[in-house]
Nanobody, 124 residues
Framework: VQLQASGGGLVQAGGSLRLSCAAS??????MGWFRQAPGKEREWVSA????????WYTDSVKGRFTISRENAKNTVYLEMNSLKPEDTAVYYC????????????????????WGQGTLVTVSS
């Protein structure tokens, strides 16, 4: 099973990027995005259920980021708007075959599969 994250890059503050995470097989029940800034621990960003109707976000990105999925393409997206320098990080997609209870969505240990990461750099 492979998760391939892409879409990172360099953008000015206030700009936008869309990250993609393509899975090598059928879509997983729960998929999420994490990020890790230099010198910091990995941080949960967002998660989405298989139906796409249930989404969750960490407070710092609410209203700016949107997670979505296209099951026909086994792909999850993270649309990032109004980017800030503090959003600079390597972004990782993660997945689990089974359902993750809501209280564990922000726990990296709940996810079984991880992508390689894509770097997002936001300049001030």
């Amino acid at each position: 099973v492979q998760l391939q994250a892409s879409g990172g890059g360099l953008v000015q503050a206030g700009g936008s990027l869309r990250l993609s995470c393509a899975a090598s097989r059928r879509i997983f029940a729960t998929m999420g995005w994490f990020r890790q800034a230099p010198g910091k621990e990995r941080e949960w960003v967002s998660a989405i259920r298989s139906t796409g109707t249930n989404t969750w976000y960490t407070d710092s990105v609410k209203g700016r980021f949107t997670i979505s999925r296209e099951n026909a393409k086994n792909t999850v997206y993270l649309e990032m708007n109004s980017l800030k320098p503090e959003d600079t990080a390597v972004y990782y997609c993660a997945a689990r075959d089974g359902r993750i209870i809501q209280s564990d969505l922000n726990w990296a240990g709940a996810y079984e599969y991880w992508g390689q990461g894509t770097l997002v750099t936001v300049s001030s």
